[in-house]
């Protein structure tokens, strides 16, 4: 089984300053892991995704994020927010040996970048 | 190159209605999935076909059904419709292998009255 959780359902911080939406997971083997946004009544965008190799994943938006695989943790960060960046976010998961259309997403976590 | 197409974009059904939702995936991607988002149970797998075979089910009541054609479009289809079943439903598309990522449509708002 596979399973995700975000555990801040809001994160708030001021533009400018740095922000981190938290992510751990928990699967058999090793994980693929996804980074979604969401912006109001549309879907999902992909972000970034850790398949193998470097910890250190860079995406779209000058956004990243760090694998790290003691922690089970896939956290996304930004070195400086923009008010632009207020949406909902997702972390998802899938196994080695997952279909490619069966990820388990977090229950999400609003991001409000305030002026 | 076109993204995924979702129609339509907005439903409003009467409860115990059936509906049928409909996803064009991008060209050249073989697998398509279907997740129920809610405001209270986030997002939800509930299958993915990949050539017209359905691959995964998730765990909802067989009134949810799906298809895929051999275009690769795929259809949802909900009976007997409750109002809980009031959602915004999204296809994203894959090309198939484990290590890719997913590409979403704008989803079908479903409002059951």
């Known amino acids: 089984a596979q399973s995700v959780a975000q555990p801040e359902d809001q994160v708030n911080v001021a533009e400018g300053n740095p922000l981190t939406v938290k992510c751990t997971y928990s699967?058999?083997?090793?994980?693929?892991l996804f980074w979604y946004v969401q912006y109001p009544n549309r879907g999902l965008q992909f972000l970034l995704k850790?398949?193998?190799?470097?910890?250190l994943v860079k995406g779209s938006y000058g956004f990243e994020a760090e694998f790290n695989k003691s922690q089970t943790s896939f956290h996304l960060k930004k070195p400086s927010a923009l008010v632009s960046d207020s949406a909902l976010y997702f972390c998802?998961?899938?196994?080695?040996?997952?279909?490619?259309?069966?990820?388990?997403f977090g229950d999400g976590t609003t991001l409000t970048v305030k002026p | 190159k076109a993204g995924v197409t979702q129609t339509p974009r907005y439903l409003i059904k009467t409860r115990g209605q059936q509906v049928t939702l409909s996803c064009s995936p991008i060209?050249?991607?073989?697998?398509v999935s279907w997740y129920q988002q809610t405001p209270g149970q986030g997002l939800q797998f509930l299958f993915e076909?990949?050539?017209?075979?359905?691959?995964n089910k998730g765990n909802f009541p067989g009134r949810f059904s799906g298809r895929q054609f051999s275009n690769s479009r795929s259809e949802m289809n909900v009976s007997t419709l409750e109002l809980g079943d009031s959602a915004l439903y999204l296809c994203?598309?894959?090309?198939?292998?484990?290590?890719?990522?997913?590409?979403f449509g704008q989803g079908t708002r479903l409002t059951v009255v």
């Open positions: 994203a598309s894959h090309r198939g292998q484990e290590d890719t990522e997913a590409f």
């Open positions: 060209s050249g991607h073989r697998s």
């Open positions: 076909y990949f050539s017209e075979t359905q691959r």
């Open positions: 850790y398949i193998t190799g470097d910890n």
């Open positions: 998802a998961v899938r196994g080695p040996h997952t279909n490619a259309g069966k990820s388990t």
């Open positions: 699967v058999s083997g090793n994980p693929y």
